[in-house]
């Protein structure tokens, strides 16, 4: 999950999306509890680390404490994430990718400038980057 996806039980509940996307975050983590894996990264700790409400800040902390893993930035997923910024991803964006093409099956997040460009460019990533309504919906039904 990227930042956005941890952040979305916080945002304003009245928009319906978003309020779909908050339950299936929140239904995903729960699961992460027990038999998925969250996989966290030193770019999540940071993005978070940035976010200007101490509040938000302290309750995305909590959430991705539950990660059974962590990713560090080193020179492959620097360079990897170099690349992936060429089809129109910010130096974030592109690090939450890069990162989770090293440890993960899916990354999931709620940014729709995200998943138009890893759909766009989907050959060129080396991860499905879904949006974690969908993704809960195909993992239910398999």
């Not at 009245?14 to 996307?21: A, H």
């Not at 976010?51 to 360079?79: C, G, H, L, W």
Request: net charge negative; hydrophobic share 40%; aromatic share 4%.
């Amino acid at each position: 999950m990227d930042v956005c996806c941890i952040n979305r039980p916080f945002d304003d509940q009245k928009n319906e999306r978003i309020r779909m996307e908050s339950e299936a975050v929140l239904a995903i983590l729960n699961r992460c509890l027990f038999d998925w894996t969250l996989i966290g990264s030193e770019v999540i700790d940071y993005e978070i680390s940035k976010t200007p409400d101490i509040e938000r800040q302290r309750k995305a902390e909590r959430i991705i404490s539950i990660s059974k893993e962590k990713v560090f930035v080193n020179d492959v997923i620097a360079a990897r994430a170099l690349e992936i910024e060429k089809i129109g991803l910010k130096p974030t964006d592109s690090l939450h990718i890069s990162c989770a093409e090293m440890s993960a099956e899916v990354m999931l997040t709620t940014d729709d400038e995200i998943l138009r460009s890893a759909i766009k460019k989907n050959a060129s990533l080396k991860i499905r980057v879904m949006n974690p309504v969908r993704w809960l919906f195909n993992v239910l039904e398999n």
